[in-house]
């Protein structure tokens, strides 16, 4: 039964194109959040949403745009692809408005644009 | 504002060797929680531990142990007796518990331990 899953685990594209990846979570957490991991491994928040409302937008491209159609899902659609989003994409879900900071990633999704 | 700095980028170890893993954060905040995961060369983030800032005590699990020092803002992480399955990218992370910090985690830049035979 996995808690967070992310689909697809790997994905390979031209530059210029648009895809998406998808996030679900089944720990009834109120918070999700999209994490990005480069070359260098650094691992880097990107955005958050509580309950289906966007409280966490960091620098990130416009060509990124998160979408939570509840508070389970989170959706990261990324237009006009580069090689330079090339990366490891994880999600992450945790509720933090009950006090609870423990957070469950999922396996990520390696994003290699060519 | 929060901060997380691991300043070893990468330790090599021989097996059976004990290795620390040094972690130094900075916040604002005086309630947070600070954590160690694990990143095998196979990707998944794995948990190891969350400490919140009222529990000082160090936390020993098996040949894994944490000394959490408030003074030097420092929570160093010890791996005794080394074994080649220790091999991953180690992170060191924060988050505070204010209401403005929205459950924003905070990673350091990851510590490369490679235990070698």
Redo the contacts between chains.
Sequence with gaps: DTAVSQTPKYLVTQMGNDKSIKCEQNLGHDTMYWYKQDSKKFLKIMFSYNNKELIINETVPNRFSPKSPDKAHLNLHINSLELGDSAVYFCASSHPGQGNYGYTFGSGTRLTVV | AQKVTQAQTEISVVEKEDVTLDCVYETRDTTY?L?WYK?PPS???V?LI?RNSFDEQNEISGRYSWNFQKSTSSFNFTITASQVVDSA?Y?CAL?N?GGT???????G??T?LTVHP
């Design positions: 929680y954590f990143q990707g998944e983030l948990f969350r990218v992170f988050v518990a910090s929205y459950g924003k985690l905070t990673f830049q990851g490369i």
